[in-house]
Nanobody, 130 residues
Framework: QVQLEESGGGSVQAGGSLRLSCKIQ??????????MGWFRQAPEKEREGVAA???????EYADSVKGRFTISKDNAKNTLYLQMNSLKPEDTGMYYC??????????????????????WGQGTQVTVSA
């Protein structure tokens, strides 16, 4: 049983920074790695992929965040991070982390087999004011 818990959201002005965390809680294991991703959903918009990272550490980003956001993970701490710099009002939304046994396709929001992702967190709100 895998559970994900996001934290680190908040309100910032445009140009500011935030670092989101996603704690991976696993029953019965002390250490395990998954393919992980960050997604976001703005009011009245569909959820979109932000960034994904595979077990080997290779990362993929949405075009809208390239050069501004960095996804990383600390396997020893079972924690996923999203460093967000140069934030813009259009980055506002609820941010979710997700985990899957297969690599995650940021563009489609599924794994590379085309299936829905295994596990989602409850989300953390990010609000960027102009």
């Amino acid at each position: 049983q895998v559970q994900l818990e996001e934290s680190g959201g908040g309100s910032v002005q445009a140009g500011g920074s935030l670092r989101l965390s996603c704690k991976i809680q696993i029953s019965g294991y002390t250490y395990i790695t998954y393919n992980m991703g960050w997604f976001r959903q703005a009011p009245e918009k569909e959820r979109e992929g932000v960034a994904a990272i595979e077990r080997d550490g290779s990362a993929e980003y949405a075009d809208s965040v390239k050069g501004r956001f960095t996804i990383s993970k600390d396997n020893a701490k079972n924690t996923l991070y999203l460093q967000m710099n140069s934030l813009k009002p259009e980055d506002t939304g609820m941010y979710y982390c997700a985990a899957d046994d297969f690599p995650i396709n940021v563009r489609t929001g599924t794994n590379i087999a085309g299936n829905a992702l295994d596990t989602w967190g409850q989300g953390t709100q990010v609000t960027v004011s102009a």
